[in-house]
């Protein structure tokens, strides 16, 4: 256990500021920036409009949480720990009635959002974290990270280097208890998986796990899941191939769903990948207020890693009028980050990302990702032999 | 590329090397006028912006900060594509990150646009005086080696401090200057220019 005593600090303190923040039309007509800590200990600036949105959502989540004590009080305590539809047929076939209806209601209240006390107990029963926990003994993360104590490795070096850079400033992670635990959770992963070892994003990633976890070992567990089984394979091996798949599907789900935003850009020389990469690889913990990126990850652990395509669709939906107006590289940066940094309002993304971009299924997906495969290693590859020759020639 | 209209030139630039060579701490120095000890790391690349007035021109940079781990090398292509100049950064404490930043010149030369402007930055100037005697030969080695490259490359050379600030507005001016102004036709040899080696080392004696 660590630090959850602090983390409930941290949302009475924010509770607390909350009347403070308040902002009078004179701050209003003077633009002013406040900064504050948010529910989970991350520096916020932003304007006053932002603190009113901040203010509105804090008061939707509380709603939200409402409905899910009345769904508790009526459908019995943990209804929703039941095995999701999406997880084979076999299961589907011998769903009740009673469980399909639950599983409707539960894929839509969790695009809503789960309630942040809520969040250690689904995310680990939903995204398959506590199955992948059961198969192997109680003492596995402690035998694992006790076997490893004092190792060094190339990725134990690029972990130690990272620490102090992961959410520098943040009030528990970038303290030396902080940087123990993440420590902890990154090096006993290298070793589980010598494969990925460890991957520069997978740092803020964890980091995020830790604080909305209770545990660093379900933290742990959470980061198995989401590489092993959540996201596609090879996002964070070698030559990173998972993810420049990911980056070709989705500049095709671009044309497709938004086709006047990825002609102009095109027509711009702008690779949309130039901002998509990160998005995909720190799973929008580094662009999103810390509430948002947490509400699409409540999406992610539930519905998969096609989520990240609505996400990443919906923000460059959001700008459309914007964007196809802009005439440089450096301004549609700017559209991106700037609306990025203050989706303050969770429920203003997702409802475009999943209500305006239209349905895609997994199955879609993943044939489009298996389409892209070949050209993506073909690229690589070529790469590769490229530089090889370059290394020949030289000598 | 970079782009020209009434001197105004627009020029994307690109930031290669190895991981901790001060890569991001370069650009936000230029940048905003900060060091910052521990700054976040780079996942994929990082967008910055910031204008130049050189004599002749004014100069829009488009920076991209690219990650350095090994593994991210297979997105460069996608941030140097095009780019007009690109800045090349080594740790001078450390034989790894020449040796990589080598083999970046090696893939720009062969893949980039062939009038790209590069330097090669030897970062972390400040270090050398901080560092005892014995160690300090074998950077000083290592510059002197960086110079050498330098020249036979075509790239041109300075030592750097993010920390203290030295040399960074500096590169990107000597940058700025060397980018083609009309068509991106010139021919960049004959612009090469080393940055008086022997009294760069002597000079960062001087940094505090």
């Given at each position: 256990?660590?630090?959850?005593?602090?983390?409930?600090?941290?949302?009475?303190?924010?509770?607390?500021?909350?009347?403070?923040?308040?902002?009078?039309?004179?701050?209003?007509?003077?633009?002013?920036?406040?900064?504050?800590?948010?529910?989970?200990?991350?520096?916020?600036?932003?304007?006053?409009?932002?603190?009113?949105?901040?203010?509105?959502?804090?008061?939707?989540?509380?709603?939200?949480?409402?409905?899910?004590?009345?769904?508790?009080?009526?459908?019995?305590?943990?209804?929703?720990?039941?095995?999701?539809?999406?997880?084979?047929?076999?299961?589907?076939?011998?769903?009740?009635?009673?469980?399909?209806?639950?599983?409707?209601?539960?894929?839509?209240?969790?695009?809503?959002?789960?309630?942040?006390?809520?969040?250690?107990?689904?995310?680990?029963?939903?995204?398959?974290?506590?199955?992948?926990?059961?198969?192997?003994?109680?003492?596995?993360?402690?035998?694992?990270?006790?076997?490893?104590?004092?190792?060094?490795?190339?990725?134990?070096?690029?972990?130690?280097?990272?620490?102090?850079?992961?959410?520098?400033?943040?009030?528990?992670?970038?303290?030396?208890?902080?940087?123990?635990?993440?420590?902890?959770?990154?090096?006993?992963?290298?070793?589980?998986?010598?494969?990925?070892?460890?991957?520069?994003?997978?740092?803020?990633?964890?980091?995020?796990?830790?604080?909305?976890?209770?545990?660093?070992?379900?933290?742990?567990?959470?980061?198995?899941?989401?590489?092993?089984?959540?996201?596609?394979?090879?996002?964070?091996?070698?030559?990173?191939?998972?993810?420049?798949?990911?980056?070709?599907?989705?500049?095709?789900?671009?044309?497709?769903?938004?086709?006047?935003?990825?002609?102009?850009?095109?027509?711009?020389?702008?690779d949309v990948s130039l901002v998509a990469t990160e998005w995909f690889l720190c799973l929008f913990s580094k662009s999103l207020p810390s509430e948002t990126t947490l509400r699409v990850w409540d999406v992610l652990f539930y519905e998969g890693a096609k989520v990240l395509f609505h996400v990443?669709?919906?923000?460059?939906?959001?700008?459309?009028?914007?964007?196809?107006?802009?005439?440089?590289?450096?301004?549609?940066?700017?559209?991106?980050?700037?609306?990025?940094?203050?989706?303050?309002?969770?429920?203003?993304?997702?409802?475009?990302?999943?209500?305006?971009?239209?349905?895609?299924?997994?199955?879609?997906?993943?044939?489009?990702?298996?389409?892209?495969?070949?050209?993506?290693?073909?690229?690589?590859?070529?790469?590769?032999?490229?530089?090889?020759?370059?290394?020949?020639?030289?000598? | 590329?970079?782009?020209?209209?009434?001197?105004?030139?627009?020029?994307?630039?690109?930031?290669?090397?190895?991981?901790?060579?001060?890569?991001?701490?370069?650009?936000?120095?230029?940048?905003?006028?900060?060091?910052?000890?521990f700054q976040e790391s780079t996942i994929g690349a990082a967008f910055f912006s910031q204008t130049l007035a050189v004599n002749d021109a004014t100069v829009k940079f488009e920076i991209w900060d690219t990650a350095g781990q090994e593994r991210y090398h297979s997105l460069a292509p996608m941030?140097?594509?095009?780019?007009?100049?690109?800045?090349?950064?080594?740790?001078?404490?450390?034989?790894?990150?020449?040796?990589?930043?080598?083999?970046?010149?090696?893939?720009?030369?062969?893949?980039?646009?062939?009038?790209?402007?590069?330097?090669?930055?030897?970062?972390?100037?400040?270090?050398?005086?901080a560092k005892k005697v014995e160690a300090e030969a074998s950077t000083l080695v290592l510059l002197l080696e960086a110079q050498a490259y330098a020249q036979e490359h075509g790239l041109f050379f300075m030592e750097t401090s993010a920390k203290t600030a030295a040399n960074v507005n500096e590169?990107?001016?000597?940058?700025?200057?060397?980018?083609?102004?009309?068509?991106?036709?010139?021919?960049?040899?004959?612009?090469?220019?080393?940055?008086?080696?022997?009294?760069?080392?002597?000079?960062?004696?001087?940094?505090?």
């Amino acid at each position: 256990m660590y630090g959850t005593q602090s983390k409930r600090d941290l949302a009475l303190e924010f509770q607390s500021q909350i009347p403070i923040l308040r902002p009078s039309i004179h701050a209003r007509r003077a633009n002013l920036t406040v900064k504050f800590q948010d529910l989970y200990g991350f520096t916020v600036e932003g304007n006053v409009d932002d603190v009113n949105v901040l203010n509105e959502v804090r008061e939707k989540v509380r709603q939200q949480g409402r409905v899910w004590w009345a769904l508790e009080a009526s459908k019995g305590a943990n209804w929703y720990l039941q095995p999701s539809i999406s997880e084979g047929q076999s299961l589907k076939a011998s769903l009740k009635l009673s469980a399909m209806a639950n599983a409707i209601t539960l894929k839509r209240l969790i695009r809503k959002g789960i309630p942040p006390v809520l969040r250690p107990k689904i995310w680990f029963s939903l995204s398959g974290a506590a199955k992948k926990k059961s198969t192997v003994p109680d003492s596995y993360y402690n035998d694992l990270t006790k076997a490893v104590e004092g190792k060094v490795t190339p990725a134990t070096r690029q972990i130690d280097h990272d620490l102090p850079r992961t959410f520098p400033g943040h009030s528990w992670l970038d303290t030396p208890e902080g940087h123990a635990t993440l420590r902890r959770v990154l090096v006993g992963y290298s070793f589980r998986d010598s494969d990925v070892g460890y991957c520069q994003g997978l740092n803020y990633v964890a980091a995020l796990l830790l604080l909305v976890m209770k545990t660093e070992e379900d933290a742990f567990w959470m980061l198995a899941v989401l590489l092993e089984n959540v996201l596609v394979s090879d996002c964070y091996t070698t030559n990173l191939s998972g993810c420049h798949v990911e980056q070709r599907v989705f500049k095709d789900l671009l044309a497709k769903k938004c086709p006047r935003i990825a002609t102009h850009l095109e027509a711009l020389e702008f690779d949309v990948s130039l901002v998509a990469t990160e998005w995909f690889l720190c799973l929008f913990s580094k662009s999103l207020p810390s509430e948002t990126t947490l509400r699409v990850w409540d999406v992610l652990f539930y519905e998969g890693a096609k989520v990240l395509f609505h996400v990443a669709l919906a923000i460059f939906k959001m700008k459309e009028e914007e964007l196809i107006h802009s005439h440089h590289v450096g301004d549609v940066i700017n559209i991106l980050q700037k609306t990025t940094h203050h989706l303050f309002d969770p429920d203003e993304l997702l409802t475009v990302a999943f209500d305006k971009i239209g349905s895609m299924t997994t199955n879609t997906i993943s044939k489009q990702r298996k389409k892209q495969e070949p050209a993506v290693m073909a690229e690589l590859d070529q790469r590769l032999r490229r530089l090889n020759s370059l290394k020949l020639d030289d000598k | 590329m970079a782009t020209t209209g009434n001197k105004n030139i627009n020029a994307k630039l690109v930031l290669l090397g190895d991981v901790g060579a001060g890569k991001s701490s370069l650009v936000l120095r230029f940048v905003k006028g900060q060091f910052i000890e521990f700054q976040e790391s780079t996942i994929g690349a990082a967008f910055f912006s910031q204008t130049l007035a050189v004599n002749d021109a004014t100069v829009k940079f488009e920076i991209w900060d690219t990650a350095g781990q090994e593994r991210y090398h297979s997105l460069a292509p996608m941030y140097y594509r095009g780019a007009a100049a690109a800045i090349i950064v080594y740790d001078i404490t450390n034989q790894a990150s020449f040796e990589r930043a080598k083999k970046w010149v090696q893939e720009l030369q062969a893949q980039g646009n062939p009038n790209m402007v590069m330097a090669l930055a030897g970062n972390k100037a400040d270090l050398l005086d901080a560092k005892k005697v014995e160690a300090e030969a074998s950077t000083l080695v290592l510059l002197l080696e960086a110079q050498a490259y330098a020249q036979e490359h075509g790239l041109f050379f300075m030592e750097t401090s993010a920390k203290t600030a030295a040399n960074v507005n500096e590169v990107f001016y000597e940058i700025a200057k060397r980018l083609p102004r009309v068509q991106p036709a010139q021919n960049s040899s004959g612009m090469v220019l080393m940055d008086r080696p022997a009294e760069r080392i002597a000079s960062t004696s001087c940094c505090s």
